[in-house]
């Protein structure tokens, strides 16, 4: 597909790191997470910025499976991407708990959800636990197995003092079959509905989430270019954070969509994929113009 360089005219200092989106970014998986594939461009990009030793990681929304897990199976389709590369929303949930010395979370999430949490040294309960209802936060993270019961749990905790926690607000993501549900979205819209509690966001948009990439980038966020297929997700958090925003139509989001939206929501550039984002010449200007 070709877009048209001169609808997309506002300039912007060169990236000096990448930060990209997982699913319709890098990979689309099936609607059980699994049976990956690997997107046009992704391993040869991701090569050219190693090559030039220029720093990137992927941030994915999805909480079901920690890096350890993730991580070879990325690198079995060819991704260079380490486990340290590799930051899911518990990642950054994990690092928020313990700068708020938070020592116990009531975790609603499949097995995998919680592991960043007790890899930091966090208790993390279910709601079959006795203390689950005196936790400091409620954590929820991807949980297809999700009961009434939980919720109530949850809602209880909350009640006693917990602070509420949100891997993801987005309420589908992109796989192989189209348009996926985003769990998570739906389980604390019904926490929060009955407690009114605060969510806090861990993931994508939230600043928590690019702040946590700066950091371990070691670049500032504003000269991060942020590659992903939702507006509402991955642009919406670079604009907010003056960061540079890359949309790719291999996800979510068609050409014509991305050119509907506001500013708030606009990226920078366009293109199909990541062969797309080769493209567009990021790399090489002091300062990016059209065309």
């Given at each position: 597909?070709?877009?048209d360089?001169?609808?997309?005219?506002?300039?912007?200092?060169?990236?000096?790191?990448?930060?990209?989106?997982?699913?319709?970014?890098?990979?689309?998986?099936?609607?059980?997470?699994?049976?990956?594939?690997?997107?046009?461009?992704?391993?040869?990009?991701?090569?050219?910025?190693?090559?030039?030793?220029?720093?990137?990681?992927?941030?994915?929304?999805?909480?079901?499976?920690?890096?350890?897990?993730?991580?070879?199976?990325?690198?079995?389709?060819?991704?260079?991407?380490?486990?340290?590369?590799?930051?899911?929303?518990?990642?950054v949930?994990?690092?928020?708990?313990?700068?708020?010395?938070?020592?116990?979370?009531l975790?609603?999430?499949?097995?995998?959800?919680?592991?960043?949490?007790?890899?930091?040294?966090?208790?993390?309960?279910?709601?079959?636990?006795?203390?689950?209802?005196?936790?400091?936060?409620v954590?929820?993270?991807?949980?297809?197995?999700?009961?009434?019961?939980?919720?109530?749990?949850?809602?209880?905790?909350?009640?006693?003092?917990?602070?509420?926690?949100?891997?993801?607000?987005?309420?589908?993501?992109?796989?192989?079959?189209?348009?996926?549900?985003?769990?998570?979205?739906?389980?604390?819209?019904?926490?929060?509905?009955?407690?009114?509690?605060?969510?806090?966001?861990?993931?994508?948009?939230?600043?928590?989430?690019?702040?946590?990439?700066?950091?371990?980038?070691?670049?500032?966020?504003?000269?991060?270019?942020?590659?992903?297929?939702?507006?509402?997700?991955?642009?919406?958090?670079?604009?907010?954070?003056?960061?540079?925003?890359?949309?790719?139509?291999?996800?979510?989001?068609?050409?014509?969509?991305?050119?509907?939206?506001?500013?708030?929501?606009?990226?920078?550039?366009i293109?199909?994929?990541?062969?797309?984002?080769?493209?567009?010449?990021?790399?090489?200007?002091?300062l990016?113009?059209?065309?």
């Open positions: 597909m070709t877009f360089a001169s609808a997309w005219s506002e300039p912007f200092e060169t990236p000096r790191a990448f930060m990209f989106d997982l699913d319709g970014t890098l990979i689309l998986s099936d609607r059980s997470l699994g049976q990956y594939k690997v997107l046009p461009g992704a391993v040869d990009y991701l090569e050219e910025l190693g090559r030039r030793g220029i720093p990137y990681l992927a941030l994915t929304n999805g909480s079901a499976y920690p890096p350890s897990e993730q991580g070879p199976k990325l690198r079995a389709l060819g991704l260079p991407i380490s486990d340290a590369q590799l930051l899911t929303p518990s990642s949930t994990a690092d928020l708990l313990s700068r708020r010395s938070v020592e116990s979370a975790v609603l999430g499949s097995p995998g959800v919680g592991q960043a949490l007790r890899d930091a040294g966090i208790t993390t309960l279910s709601s079959s636990d006795a203390e689950a209802v005196s936790a400091q936060a954590y929820v993270g991807w949980h297809p197995e999700c009961s009434m019961k939980d919720i109530e749990i949850a809602c209880d905790a909350i009640a006693n003092g917990a602070a509420l926690y949100v891997a993801s607000e987005a309420p589908y993501f992109a796989t192989r079959s189209g348009k996926s549900f985003g769990f998570s979205f739906a389980i604390a819209g019904a926490i929060q509905r009955v407690t009114r509690a605060r969510i806090q966001l861990t993931g994508k948009p939230s600043l928590h989430a690019l702040r946590f990439v700066s950091r371990q980038l070691g670049v500032p966020m504003r000269r991060i270019a942020v590659v992903g297929d939702d507006p509402l997700v991955e642009i919406m958090m670079a604009r907010r954070a003056g960061a540079i925003g890359i949309g790719v139509t291999s996800g979510m989001t068609d050409a014509a969509a991305w050119a509907a939206q506001p500013k708030s929501r606009r990226p920078h550039r293109a199909a994929d990541l062969a797309g984002v080769k493209t567009l010449g990021l790399l090489d200007q002091g990016i113009q059209p065309g």
